[in-house]
Nanobody, 120 residues
Framework: QVQLEESGGGLVQAGGSLRLSCAAS????????MGWYRQAPGKQRELVAA???????NYADSVRGRFTISRDNAKNTIYLQMNSLKPEDTAVYYC??????????????WGQGTQVTVSS
């Protein structure tokens, strides 16, 4: 089992910044991809940004150039620096961990989510 602890959500005005953190603990494996997804009311959950253990990143078009994902492999922690926030960024943000177990079976875990609210 892998546990994901998220922090850093909150309320911010449009144009402001927030930083999210997600720490993975438990049966983690060095080969993994971690990322942030978000879900706004009435909408499907969507990928915001992801980063693998090699540092390769992937961003949604809607956040590219405003958000930056990074990771500290030693701490099994990822960060999402969100700048120039817009009201449409308002959503619950979920941390995701995607990897393999000791038998090379695919495993995938979700955090509980953290609310990000951007006021206009």
């Amino acid at each position: 089992q892998v546990q994901l602890e998220e922090s850093g959500g909150g309320l911010v005005q449009a144009g402001g910044s927030l930083r999210l953190s997600c720490a993975a603990s438990g049966s983690t494996f060095s080969i993994n991809s971690m990322g942030w997804y978000r879900q706004a009311p009435g909408k499907q959950r969507e990928l915001v940004a992801a980063i693998n253990n090699a540092g390769v990143t992937n961003y949604a078009d809607s956040v590219r150039g405003r958000f930056t994902i990074s990771r500290d492999n030693a701490k099994n922690t990822i960060y999402l620096q969100m700048n120039s926030l817009k009201p449409e960024d308002t959503a619950v943000y979920y941390c995701n961990y995607d990897s393999y177990d000791s038998g090379w079976r695919r495993v995938n875990y979700w955090g509980q989510g953290t609310q990000v609210t951007v006021s206009s």
